[in-house]
């Protein structure tokens, strides 16, 4: 092989190496730009985010921990890893943090590893109440590796009923009990659940994978001063790269997290990755951060009103976090045809179950809307108040075909007034990094 060809290998774009991926980066980036995103698990990371992501860090292996690896060169992200470690302690008040997390479901799989043994006992909230499958389903590692019990939110409030949790708690006797989910549109009570997990001698666990960023901004309590362990996702309100991470507010426990994660769980840790949460942790201590994560909650403030000016139903009746759970149940209009109705309006969401639900999970009588990914394009109230007009309109029983071409165009207007990537929208997707 020729010097220019070894060249061309390694720095040819993917343009010229692989039109066919190429075409669909720039596909992908034309959609998240021509819809209103509003799936409540779903972000839009920064520029600076997608270039650590897209950097020279993924080549390099670093088993092990800063200062302490089984390779050589690891001298420079042992740096990286050392910013996203100080960096989330700082933003999220922590002892300890553990920064090598693939994703949320592994940092849910390494607090159970520290904390629990297989078959040990644990109480979490119901997935079909807004919990998630890495809370016992029973087909998921979590499931088939411990006896998870669950607790769910009240009929009447569409809260969790610490009462109930109580009770169940005496019940179960669990070695552990987590709070978290990834449909519950109120706040948690974590200093109830610590005095709950105190009165059975259980451990508290605390999933922020949805609120992490409220939490960092303070617009939402923090569960970091009452639980054992605090795990969460980065990408999601938090608008980091795709991946997860844990904090303790004790070492120890901290220390047998990373013994969990590696070498319990994962090998080489995703350098770039790691390197694009420190990016995200920097982020989420400027004001502008704190400023959008307001934001987030006053433009889901605006759509909860609107929509239910529009007489549509939300569980608990509306909203203090991120997200609106809209309850169809009472309507012929299931969740499966609201997301198809809101996908033709230029608007993606996602069918949700809502607790009670008596539609199978493929059809649902919810549909979970968040604001994480507007509000970071630049949304406002006013444009919230707006989608939910649109909304209300695409779920009339006698929308027709003109109408929803309408409403399409209405949601396009509103997206294209606040351009998404600019330095991107060149037609590559990678163009700029
Ligand atoms: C999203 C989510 C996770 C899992 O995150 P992944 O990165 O998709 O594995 C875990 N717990 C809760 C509550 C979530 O909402």
């Not at 080549?59 to 996203?84: F, H, I, M, T």
């Not at 610590?194 to 569960?223: C, N, T, W, Y």
């Amino acid at each position: 092989m020729s010097f220019s060809e070894d060249e061309s290998y390694l720095s040819k774009d993917v343009a010229d190496v692989d039109p066919d991926i190429a075409r669909i980066l720039g596909a992908e980036l034309e959609r998240q730009s021509e819809t209103l995103e509003m799936i409540a698990s779903e972000n839009f990371t920064s520029q600076a985010v997608l270039q650590a992501v897209g950097s020279v860090l993924t080549n390099k292996y670093a088993e092990g921990l800063p200062g302490k690896r089984y390779y050589g060169g690891c001298e420079v992200v042992d740096q990286a890893e050392q910013l996203a470690i100080d960096r989330a302690k700082q933003v999220f008040g922590a002892v300890h943090a553990s920064v090598q997390p693939h994703s949320g479901a592994t940092a849910n799989e390494a607090a159970y590893m520290a904390l629990l043994k297989p078959g040990d006992r644990v109480l979490a909230m119901a997935l079909d109440h807004g919990g998630h499958l890495t809370h016992g389903l029973k087909v998921n590692f979590s499931g088939r590796t411990y006896e998870f019990h669950h607790y769910g939110v009240s009929r009447e409030t569409g809260r969790i009923d610490m009462d109930e949790v109580r009770e169940r708690a005496k019940e179960v006797q669990p070695a552990l009990i987590v709070a978290g989910a990834s449909a519950y549109p109120r706040i948690i009570d974590f200093p109830a659940f610590r005095q709950i997990a105190d009165e059975v001698g259980a451990r508290f666990m605390v999933d922020m994978a949805h609120i992490a960023g409220l939490v960092a901004a303070e617009v939402h309590p923090s569960p970091v001063p009452f639980a054992d362990v605090v795990t969460t996702t980065t990408h999601k309100t938090l608008g980091g790269p795709r991946a997860g991470l844990v904090v303790t507010r004790d070492e120890e426990v901290g220390a047998a997290v990373d013994r969990a994660i590696f070498p319990g769980l994962q090998g080489g840790p995703l350098m770039h990755t790691i390197a694009a949460k420190a990016v995200c942790l920097g982020h989420a201590m400027t004001d502008e951060f704190r400023e959008r994560q307001a934001r987030t909650v006053t433009n889901t403030q605006a759509l909860a009103q609107g929509l239910s000016e529009g007489g549509i139903a939300m569980v608990s009746g509306g909203s203090d976090n991120h997200l609106v759970l809209v309850d169809l149940s009472d309507t012929d209009l299931t969740g499966k045809d609201g997301e198809e109705r809101l996908d033709r309006a230029g608007i993606t969401v996602n069918k949700n179950g809502v607790p009670f639900d008596e539609r199978p999970p493929t059809v649902t009588s919810g549909l979970r809307i968040g604001t994480p990914a507007l509000t970071t394009r630049g949304l406002g109230a006013d444009e919230m108040r707006e989608i939910a007009a649109i909304i209300v309109s695409a779920l009339q029983s006698t929308v027709s075909d003109d109408e929803m071409a309408e409403l399409r165009a209405r949601s396009g207007a509103i997206g294209d007034r606040f351009p998404l990537y600019p330095r991107l929208e060149t037609g590559s997707a990678v163009g700029a990094a």
